[in-house]
C-alpha cells in the first residue's frame, strides 16, 4: 500500500528549530547605551535590553548576571575607551591631569556622572584615576584621610559641573521657550538687588564659559595649601 506524502510543516514549527540567536557583550553594551541615552537610567532593565536586542531575557544572561553586573560592565567598557595620559612627575600636576581626564571623560558621555553619584558603583578601568588623584594628594605631604577629601572634593567639583552643563543642554534642545532666569535677571531692581542688576545682561554669556580647569587649579592649590600648612 502506498505512503501517503507527509504533510508538510508549518512555518511555526519551522521558525522554531535552529540554533537560538546570539548576542555579542558589544552589542548587548551598544544596546544597553543607546536606551541609556533615549530613556535615562531608569529604563534600563534586562527585559527591555532584550526587547531592544529581538531576543530573549535568557540569551542575556549568558553575558549578565544581572542588571548590577550590566551597569558595572558599561562603566567598565567606557573606562577602557579613554586614553590615558603620560602622569607628570609632579605630584600637584598629577592630581590636574588626572581630574582633567576624568573631566574630559564625563562630559563625552555625561549620562554616566548620573549613575555614579550614587557612589556604590565604579569601573575598575577608571581606578587609576582617583589612584593618581589619592597618590598625589599623599605625595604633596596629605596624610591617607586628608588625601581621600582632596579626591572627594575634586569629584563633586568635577560631577557638578558636568551635570549642572547637561541638563542645561538638554533644556536647551527641548525647550524654546527663553531661560526663565534670564528673564528674570533682566527685570531685576537695581536698589534691591544691586550687584545682580549690574551684571544681568552679561550673565547668560559670562556663565556658560568653561572655567573648570581655572577651577580646578585654584581649588587643588587652595585645598593642599590649607590640609598640609603649606601656604
Do not use: N
Not at 57 to 75: F, I
Not at 86 to 110: F, K, N
Not at 199 to 214: E, F, G, H, L, N
Amino acid at each position: 500500500m502506498p505512503r501517503s506524502p507527509a504533510a508538510p510543516r508549518s512555518p511555526a514549527v519551522q521558525g522554531r528549530t535552529g540554533r537560538p540567536p546570539r548576542t555579542s557583550r558589544e552589542e548587548i553594551l551598544a544596546a544597553a547605551r543607546a536606551l541609556v541615552d533615549r530613556d535615562g537610567w531608569d529604563k534600563l532593565t534586562i527585559r527591555r535590553l532584550a526587547g531592544e536586542l529581538g531576543v530573549g531575557a535568557t540569551t542575556l544572561y549568558h553575558h549578565l548576571r544581572d542588571k548590577q553586573d550590566l551597569l558595572v560592565q558599561l562603566l567598565d567598557h567606557y573606562a577602557e575607551q579613554i586614553p590615558r595620559p603620560e602622569l607628570p612627575p609632579d605630584p600637584r600636576e598629577r592630581i590636574i591631569v588626572a581630574a582633567i581626564t576624568m573631566h574630559d571623560s564625563l562630559a563625552g558621555w555625561p549620562r554616566i556622572a548620573e549613575l555614579l553619584t550614587a557612589d556604590d558603583l565604579i569601573g575598575r578601568s577608571a581606578l587609576w584615576m582617583v589612584d593618581a588623584m589619592v597618590g598625589g594628594a599623599m605625595d604633596c605631604g596629605c596624610t591617607p584621610e586628608q588625601a581621600v577629601d582632596v579626591y572627594r572634593g575634586i569629584w563633586y567639583y568635577t560631577v557638578g559641573e558636568i551635570t549642572v552643563r547637561a541638563h542645561a543642554a538638554r533644556r536647551r534642545a527641548t525647550d524654546e521657550r527663553p531661560v526663565h532666569r534670564d528673564v528674570v535677571y533682566r527685570s531685576l531692581d537695581g536698589a534691591e538687588l544691586p550687584a545682580l542688576a549690574a551684571v544681568a545682561q552679561d550673565w547668560p554669556r559670562w556663565t556658560t564659559k568653561d572655567t573648570y580647569r581655572q577651577g580646578l587649579r585654584a581649588f587643588v592649590s587652595g585645598m593642599l595649601a590649607e590640609l598640609t600648612g603649606a601656604g
